[in-house]
């Protein structure tokens, strides 16, 4: 397709001083554009860019686990049992505890609540001689 500068050309080529001598249905057919190619092959891709900066923080990527009821038995006394929520895979543990089941613990004593490892939270309780069955729940907070 011709431009400005190719009509100019075209003038200067054959003596034209102004596009004005050239009949108005010439010039259109000077503008016209051709045929087009077929389309080339794609480049090749560029270097990766920067990194971007990180995202804010998203309630929406926090989650809570708890692990199965436990059950402490009421003999023998003093003994320990353990329980562990563990996060999704992937998920790292910003927090946790423990909650009584439907039969919460009386005269225990709480030995472990913590994290264990980067995925998961551990409660340890040992029955102080109660007499009673209880059962708990430890729990773990994730982020994504």
């Not at 409660?123 to 007499?131: C, L, P, R, W």
Request: proline letters at 7%; glycine letters at 14%.
């Amino acid at each position: 397709m011709l431009t400005g500068e190719g009509i100019l050309a075209a003038l200067a080529l054959l003596r034209f001083t102004s596009k004005h001598q050239i009949a108005p249905a010439v010039i259109k057919q000077l503008e016209k554009a051709g045929p087009r190619g077929a389309t080339g092959p794609a480049g090749v891709a560029g270097a990766a860019g920067t990194p971007g900066v990180a995202g804010a923080f998203s309630a929406s990527n926090v989650t809570t686990v708890s692990s199965a009821d436990t059950t402490i038995p009421a003999f023998p006394a003093d003994q320990t049992v353990e329980a562990t929520a563990t996060c999704p895979a992937g998920d790292t543990v910003i927090g946790g505890g423990f909650r009584g089941g439907s039969t919460p613990p009386i005269d225990a004593t709480v030995s472990t609540d913590g994290p264990s490892g980067t995925n998961a939270w551990a409660v340890s309780i040992t029955d102080d001689n109660s007499g009673a069955t209880a059962d708990f729940f430890a729990e773990a907070v994730c982020a994504s």
